[in-house]
């Protein structure tokens, strides 16, 4: 036995509020993918519901205008399963109709909450980009200050690295200064050796010839004993 309201009958409204309702569904679910979705527009264009997406409004809206239709069926339907005289097909269509608003407002409740969730965001963003325009009024003179100290810094590196090419240049004299040193060390030393050589073999000269004069002598005067001894012995044997 069929119940009508309006025209449509109790079997036929819930029909309609069922296809209704996996309608909503899917609505939500591209809603929370088009909220989820990155987008490039700006903050001043952001709309109340989405995540910014072009299509996310006209979703939400089409959205909440199936959510209305759902439970203005079940209010009519919650009215027609009353009237339903036999008590089984009364409880019947009173659980469909409960169950069918119960679901139509979880649905209703998940898209209200989806719709603060991206309000906040929106005003979060908002208040982003604010403070990030109130920054930019003083980004030049951090970049300034930023500036000056990196070149302050990199004067202090190449001082420090001229001062160390400095002491190492002064290092490199002195060790060829200690270096010449030992060497001069070196040939003073064989210089005084040539020296006491050179001195050594004038004496060892001066008496050989001291020597070579005393003999010459000692020669002459053996001559001249001996010429003296043959002339007399000569005229002692004539």
């Known amino acids: ?6 025209g449509a009958t109790l ?3 819930y029909q309609s509020a069922r296809r209704l309702l996996l309608s909503a569904r ?3 679910a591209r809603v929370e993918r088009l909220a989820s ?3 490039s527009s700006s903050y001043s264009s952001a709309p109340l519901v989405g995540g910014g997406a072009a299509g996310d409004p006209a979703v939400a809206e089409e ?14 339907m919650d009215r027609l399963w009353r009237s339903i005289p036999a008590k089984g097909q009364r409880d019947l269509w009173k659980r469909k109709v409960e169950q069918l608003s119960e679901e139509v407002d979880s649905l209703k409740e998940t898209l209200d909450k989806h719709s603060l969730r991206q ?11 604010e ?15 930023f500036d000056d100290e990196a070149q302050a810094k990199q004067s202090a590196r190449n001082s420090s690295r001229m001062l160390e090419e400095a002491y190492e240049t002064g290092v490199a004299i002195l060790h060829k200064y200690a270096d010449q040193r030992d060497r001069l060390k070196s040939a003073q030393r064989k210089a005084l050796d040539v020296l006491n050589t050179v001195g050594l073999s004038n004496s060892v000269l001066k008496l050989i010839e001291r020597r070579h004069r005393v003999d010459k002598w000692i020669a002459y005067a053996g001559m001249i004993i001996t010429i003296v001894v043959m002339i007399a012995f000569w005229r002692l044997t004539h």
């Open 1 to 6: 036995m069929e119940y009508s309201g309006g």
């Open 11 to 13: 079997s036929e409204m």
């Open 26 to 28: 899917d609505g939500v």
């Open 37 to 39: 979705a990155p987008t």
């Open 63 to 76: 959205v909440r205008r199936e959510v209305a239709q759902i439970q203005g069926l079940c209010a009519q």
């Open 119 to 129: 309000k906040k965001r929106i005003l979060e963003a908002k208040e982003r980009a």
């Open 131 to 145: 403070l990030f325009e109130r920054a930019n009024g003083e980004s030049s003179h951090v970049l300034r200050i």
